[in-house]
């Protein structure tokens, strides 16, 4: 039995767009660095697996499984995989 909790990917897919945003999962292997991104909308991203390190306005933080973040629009980030496994997480944009 896991005690990890687990992360409905439809369910989370359904909540975001009924608030206007997008779903889908990116996969990165350990190490990878995302950094310095800026998007002209907003953005949620969720971890569904690993550990990931998400940096933005001069401060780190890790988000737990199942944790949803908000990246607010022309918000510089900077997103690691600081685990030694691969790392799952949903992300989505606000429509327009």
Known sequence: MSTAKE???EKVAKEWQ???FSCDLW???PGQVWEDYVHSTDELLMLMEGKLE???QGK???PAIG???LIPA???HTVRNVGGTTAR???GYKAR
């Open 27 to 29: 996969v990165d292997p």
């Open 7 to 9: 992360v409905d990917r």
């Open 67 to 69: 944790e949803e973040v």
């Open 60 to 62: 780190a933080f890790r």
């Open 74 to 76: 022309n918000t510089s």
């Open 54 to 56: 998400l940096e933005m």
């Open 18 to 20: 009924a608030r206007g």
């Open 89 to 91: 997480w949903l992300y």
